[in-house]
């Protein structure tokens, strides 16, 4: 067992989930502000392989795999992040206005089933204060940074678009990649907007004030969805993001379903609402990439999360379509070396494996199965 797994069980697994969240975060945060102790610190966490380097919507990453949205809302410690050895950290949610989130207790840990179950609620500082986070933010670590907003609560659907909008002026300039999230459970009506009908008008107007405040370069855009989409709707989505030449598709956020998860926690504390993410979502995100995969091939790119624990989980997002994979909820249950293993794992995968290079893999097992 290592130190970690040792610590989570002695002291972490005993403390409320959102306050042992804000102390771990806290110490990677104050461990990356010290100059000698975080250059060695990312040289230990954070080995390069030349063999996973990745391109994605035109950016360049040391690999594929990055850290998903939730983790750090506020974009507070992205070099902290980057010294662990993550590709990519996607910041965020963010939204229009400051916002508190919903009532605690809010956050539940699932340890039997690795899992989490949340109803944060887009709690966050806001995109004007995250905005001016990001422009002062001077990288330790060269990292790539995707920028995840969502619709205030306190905002009706029929102004969710200007709302989005606004999120979007204000921190464009300060993304590496920027995602809509219409998927989260937990703001009232938001995955209503996932139906083609609202989604068009709404991802056709950020791609528009991106391209307003951002001249210089093209912002990628990216939709973010839900593993609880029917099949067709998938391939609506699918067929959408082509059509409006969108960069990129995150499958999945956390999902509402609890039935045949096969879950082994307490009925009641798997009965708390919110959005279930970890290992019990594997089988269904990995399920609808493929099918996202199936209909859309190389056009657009596909970033794989939802139940990624280790090196084989990532291995067959990527087999499967994805050209980034993401991680959080075992991050949790793994700690500071997760990053470190997830790389080495797949390295030697790639190194085992037929193909030449990591994008030669991507989709490779998907295509086969449609050829």
Not at 272 to 290: D, F, I
């Amino acid at each position: 067992m290592h130190l970690y797994r040792l610590l989570f069980r002695l002291v972490f697994r005993r403390m409320d989930p959102e306050a042992a969240h804000h102390l771990a975060f806290r110490w990677i945060r104050l461990t990356a502000r010290v100059p000698v102790l975080r250059t060695f610190l990312a040289a230990f966490f954070a080995p390069r392989h030349k063999e996973l380097r990745t391109e994605a919507f035109g950016l360049r990453m040391h690999g594929p795999f990055g850290l998903a949205a939730g983790f750090d809302k506020n974009a507070v410690g992205i070099d902290g992040l980057a010294m662990l050895g993550f590709d990519h950290v996607e910041i965020g949610t963010v939204t229009g206005r400051p916002q508190p989130g919903n009532p605690r207790t809010r956050l539940f840990r699932l340890t039997p089933d690795r899992a989490l179950i949340n109803r944060m609620g887009f709690n966050n500082d806001g995109s004007a204060a995250v905005a001016a986070r990001l422009a002062a933010r001077r990288p330790v670590f060269r990292t790539t940074v995707g920028v995840n907003i969502g619709k205030t609560k306190a905002v009706p659907e029929s102004e969710a678009v200007a709302d989005y909008v606004l999120s979007t002026e204000r921190l464009a300039a300060h993304a590496d990649y920027l995602v809509v999230n219409v998927s989260s459970p937990n703001t009232p009506g938001l995955r209503s907007l996932q139906a083609v009908d609202q989604l068009r008008p709404l991802l056709t107007a950020v791609r528009a004030a991106a391209d307003r405040g951002v001249t210089r370069r093209r912002v990628p855009l990216l939709v973010k969805i839900a593993p609880d989409l029917a099949d067709e709707d998938i391939d609506a989505v699918a067929d959408l993001a082509v059509e409006l030449g969108l960069d990129g598709i995150i499958a999945t956020n956390t999902t509402i379903a609890r039935e045949g998860l096969g879950l082994a926690s307490d009925p009641a504390l798997t009965a708390e609402t919110g959005g279930l993410s970890g290992a019990p979502l594997k089988a269904r995100s990995l399920e609808v990439l493929r099918r996202l995969y199936a209909r859309v091939g190389d056009r657009i790119t596909l970033v794989g999360v939802g139940g990624v624990e280790n090196a084989e989980d990532a291995w067959r997002r990527i087999l499967a379509g994805a050209t980034l994979v993401q991680g959080y909820s075992a991050f949790i249950y793994e700690g500071p070396l997760w990053s470190r293993e997830i790389h080495h794992g797949l390295a030697a995968r790639l190194a085992a494996s037929p193909y030449a290079t990591l994008a030669e893999a991507v989709g490779a097992d998907t295509r086969k199965v449609t050829e």
